[in-house]
């Protein structure tokens, strides 16, 4: 069916075209860029945003199968590094032509296995060590049974070698970070002593593309939430465009009355005659319950507007007393990047989860 809900995130294109030239400019002519659109590209359309940029990018990179085969049937021929997959997912893998990130013995095996068996040749595989973050990787003390695996057939080539930094944002940790890029150093001088390939190198993700981009560029970096407008700190955070704005309507306007209540559990009690508005927007769509009862705000006409109650599952209420406005004004949920900072301020998280967390019945509108 198609998407009419009023509610809608506003994507802009030319944000997202000027951010990516931003990171551009930071690397030298040769370096490669992977454009990172997992998660529904960061909660706003991994497909119309492969679409935009496919004639600009040399890789594009999702978490999982199905992202990976969203953005084939789409018709994006690019190609497509999947972070995360799994053993049952590896004929369909191949299938769609994605490129495995190969992270264990146990997965080189059967990935190799089910190469012979379709009898393939030379399909593109990615290898990650385990420089630190401690979340998936071989280490350098894995790479005599990589070789001699993977140098004993012609199934599988290498194409790339990575690791992912932990701390890359935070230059307090510019010891370990270094630590890091030393050690990924270590592994690959190792490796490609080995292999009779030599694959490409790439460990910078956004903000490691801002602080490490002279130490460790290599060949490659991937870029994430820098093209969605946030640099990890404030002030390149503010040197970026700002790409999405969530946008609503007032549904219905309300006089409500001293003593009167708003929302599930009578979460609002009115002080003096308030007047009130419904959105149609609520917890479903991807906000918070936890910017309920006063905590989170939107904008109406430009001014703050508290949201007052319980924060429902479609549906979300705001005091408008004082600010001009009817039935049918656009409210803005967040709009710029300063606010979704606030909100992840907020809630003590990071402006990652606000944009992953709209919902995709949110209906996502292109800007240019």
Do not use: W
Request: proline share 2%; with cysteine; aromatic share 10%.
């Amino acid at each position: 069916m198609k998407n009419n809900h009023i509610t809608t995130l506003e994507i802009d294109l030319n944000a997202i075209d000027f951010n990516f030239n931003y990171f551009k400019s930071k690397l030298q002519k040769t370096t490669k860029i992977i454009v990172v659109v997992k998660a529904f590209g960061y909660g706003t359309s991994s497909v119309k945003i492969a679409k935009f940029l496919e004639k600009k990018v040399d890789y594009f990179a999702v978490a999982y199968l199905d992202e990976g085969i969203a953005l084939r049937n789409a018709g994006i021929k690019n190609s497509i590094l999947i972070l995360n997959p799994q053993k049952n997912n590896f004929k369909q893998i191949i299938k769609y032509h994605l490129e495995p990130n190969i992270y264990s013995i146990n997965l080189l095996k059967t990935f190799i296995e089910i190469s012979k068996e379709l009898k393939l040749q030379n399909f593109p595989i990615h290898l990650k060590f385990n420089t630190g973050l401690n979340r998936l990787g071989f280490t350098i003390n894995g790479i005599p049974e990589i070789t001699s695996l993977i140098n004993n057939q012609k199934e599988v080539a290498v194409k790339s070698v990575f690791s992912h930094i932990a701390a890359s944002e935070d230059l307090k940790e510019r010891a370990f970070t270094l630590q890091q890029i030393n050690t990924f150093n270590s592994v690959t001088r190792a490796l490609f002593s080995k292999l009779k390939t030599k694959p490409f190198k790439h460990i910078l993700n956004t903000s490691g593309i801002i602080n490490y981009a002279k130490e460790a560029q290599f060949d490659m970096v991937r870029l994430g939430i820098g093209l969605y407008g946030f640099g990890n700190a404030k002030n390149e955070t503010k040197k970026l465009k700002n790409v999405v704005v969530l946008k609503s309507i007032i549904s219905q306007i309300h006089i409500i009355e001293k003593g009167d209540t708003v929302s599930y559990n009578r979460g609002f009690k009115a002080t003096s005659t308030t007047k009130i508005a419904t959105i149609p927007a609520g917890y479903a769509d991807g906000i918070s319950r936890l910017l309920g009862n006063t905590i989170g705000y939107v904008y109406v006409n430009s001014q703050k507007a508290p949201i007052i109650g319980t924060i429902c599952m479609d549906m979300l209420m705001i005091n408008i007393s004082g600010i001009n406005c009817n039935e049918g004004d656009a409210v803005f949920i967040y709009k710029n990047q300063q606010h979704i900072e606030s909100i992840a301020k907020t809630l003590k998280t990071i402006p990652y989860e606000i944009l992953t967390s709209i919902s995709q019945r949110v209906k996502r509108v292109l800007k240019k």
